[in-house]
């Protein structure tokens, strides 16, 4: 069984800065990706930032609105992500996810954490 717990959400004003931690733990035999989406009030779930780790190093990717101001890093099974200069339009619920493998021969699949809500507002 594979648990995501994520930390970190909260209020903060416009300007301001949060960051978020997410840890994975379980039955884990391959993590190579690990990422944040999050889904605000009406819309669809979104991707945010994600970190593949691999051979020839780390490869990261942001949505274009967060490219910036939004910084996202991996420790072993933890995944992180600083948000500075946050904005009314990140207020949503965040979501952590990991993209692995429980067994050597099994397939890769997306597991979530339960959510934490980030809140821009003055």
């Known amino acids: 069984q594979v648990q995501l717990v994520e930390s970190g959400g909260g209020l903060v004003q416009p300007g301001g800065a949060l960051r978020l931690s997410c840890a994975v733990s379980?039955?884990?035999?391959?993590?190579?990706?690990m990422g944040w989406y999050r889904q605000a009030p009406g819309k669809q779930r979104e991707f945010v930032a994600s970190?593949?780790?691999?051979?020839?190093?780390?490869s990261i990717k942001y949505e274009d609105s967060v490219k910036g101001r939004f910084s996202i890093s991996r420790d072993k099974t933890t995944v992180s992500l600083q948000m500075n200069s946050l904005k009314p339009d990140d207020t949503a619920v965040y979501y952590c996810n990991a993209n692995l493998r429980t067994w050597a021969w099994g397939p890769r699949e997306d597991y979530w954490g339960q959510g934490t809500q980030v809140t821009v507002s003055p």
């Open positions: 970190i593949t780790s691999g051979d020839s190093g780390d």
């Open positions: 379980g039955s884990i035999f391959t993590m190579n990706r």
